[in-house]
Structure formats: structure tokens, C-alpha cells
């Protein structure tokens, strides 16, 4: 069972719409992540935060938007997409940034469709 | 800039056989991480193992172990008694231990297990 909960698991939204995606984790990290996975890719860093600062942005469009609210708590938030950006969305989140130990765990992952 | 390849985009098992799946990368690093993470079509990434560059013994999980090359900058994983539930993608990923959280992800191979 993971413990990086992500809502919604489907979206499809329209390229003028306004939405969010969001992620829970309890385990107590303090660095969450977005990455955006293509069909048969691997996934690609889009953010970082690490104790609910933006400490890696990777060159995202800012029609995606992060925001960290808590410890607990990260969101996407989605305004005027383009079909291009129809991917798996999957948030992750691990103890720390730096230094050993630092596992990175995901979540199951939110499925964007832009129509 | 540090690069993971897995040369295999596709590998096929018989069920209880054994499987290895191949992965090299290139870093000029001393200190770094090495995971495999495996990818079921329910799209999770789930971790399967992790092996710390600095430990000259291989990591194993259950069923699953790697054979860590460092001179050859190798990390392939074996999974012995291979079940049906294995078939997913595998994502072998590196991690500088010094350049913050950030994974680097090979192309994957996809794995399929035939009854």
C-alpha cells in the first residue's frame, strides 16, 4: 500500500479549464516532488520542495504551478494546458533532500488527459 | 552530467525461472545510489532495491538481488523464481549523494512473465 496519496487518479480537463492535482503523505518527509512520465518513458523532475520551500524547478512552463501548503501536503495546480501535457503525473516524497538514506517513494500517480 | 542506460527495452521470462535485467550508467562521482524501482501497469512506482555505492556487498531483497560493478559502473538486478506478478516495468535510477534528491532514470525494460 503507498503511502503518497494522490488525487484525483483520472482528470481530463479542457486547455482553458483550471484544476489541481493533489498529494498527502504522513510519513513525516520533509522533500516532496512532481514528476511528469510520457507513455513508455521514464519519469522527468519537474519540482522540489524541500521543507515546503521550492528548492528545484526544472524549467517547468509556468502553466503548471506548485504550491506546498504543509509538511504533509503538495498541489499542482493546472491552468491553460495543452494537449502536449496529457501525461501520468506522479508525486513523491522522501525524508530529506540530501544525504544517505534519502529513499524516494511515489505514489500511484494522477493520469491528465487535455482535450 | 551523469547518464543511466538499460540496454534491454524488453525482456521475457518463464514463470519460477530467473531473469537479469541490465543497467550501466556513467558518473565521475565516488559517492552515489543505485535503485531499481518496477513499474506495474497499475503505474506506481514501487522501490525494489537500493545498494550504496560505498558497500562492496550486493543488496537483496527476497527474490531480488543485484550484482554491483562499481569499476564497470554496472548494476544489474536479478530476480530469481520469477511470478507472474513481476511482469511491470523496471526503471534502474542513480543518485548523487551530494546533488540533492535528484533520480536519474534509464529508459527501462519491460518484463514480461509467461505462465
Known amino acids: 500500500d503507498t503511502e503518497v496519496t494522490q488525487t484525483p487518479k483520472h482528470l481530463v480537463m479542457g486547455m482553458t479549464n483550471k484544476k489541481s492535482l493533489k498529494c498527502e503523505q504522513h510519513?513525516?518527509?520533509?522533500?516532496m516532488y512532481w514528476y511528469k512520465q510520457k507513455a513508455k518513458k521514464p519519469p522527468e523532475l519537474m519540482f522540489v520542495y524541500s521543507y515546503e520551500k521550492l528548492s528545484i524547478n526544472e524549467s517547468v512552463p509556468s502553466r503548471f504551478s506548485p504550491e506546498c501548503p504543509n509538511s504533509s501536503l503538495l498541489n499542482l495546480h493546472l491552468h491553460a494546458l495543452q494537449p502536449e501535457d496529457s501525461a501520468l503525473y506522479l508525486c513523491a516524497s522522501s525524508r530529506g533532500s540530501q544525504g544517505p538514506g534519502n529513499t524516494i517513494y511515489f505514489g500511484e500517480g494522477s493520469w491528465l488527459t487535455v482535450v | 552530467a551523469q547518464t543511466v542506460t538499460q540496454s534491454q527495452p524488453e525482456m521475457s521470462v518463464q514463470e519460477a525461472e530467473t531473469v537479469t535485467l541490465s543497467c550501466t550508467y556513467d558518473?565521475?562521482?565516488?559517492?552515489?545510489?543505485l535503485f531499481w524501482y518496477k513499474q506495474p501497469p497499475s503505474r506506481q512506482m514501487i522501490l525494489v532495491i537500493r545498494?550504496?555505492?560505498?558497500?562492496?556487498q550486493n543488496a537483496t531483497e527476497n527474490r531480488f538481488s543485484v550484482n554491483f560493478q562499481k569499476a564497470a559502473k554496472s548494476f544489474s538486478l536479478k530476480i530469481s523464481d520469477s511470478q507472474l506478478g513481476d511482469a511491470a516495468m523496471y526503471f534502474c535510477a542513480y543518485r548523487s549523494a551530494d546533488a540533492g534528491n535528484m533520480l536519474t532514470f534509464g529508459g527501462g525494460t519491460r518484463l514480461m512473465v509467461k505462465p
Open positions: 558518473t565521475s562521482e565516488s559517492d552515489y545510489y
Open positions: 510519513m513525516g518527509h520533509r522533500a
Open positions: 545498494q550504496e555505492a560505498y558497500k562492496q
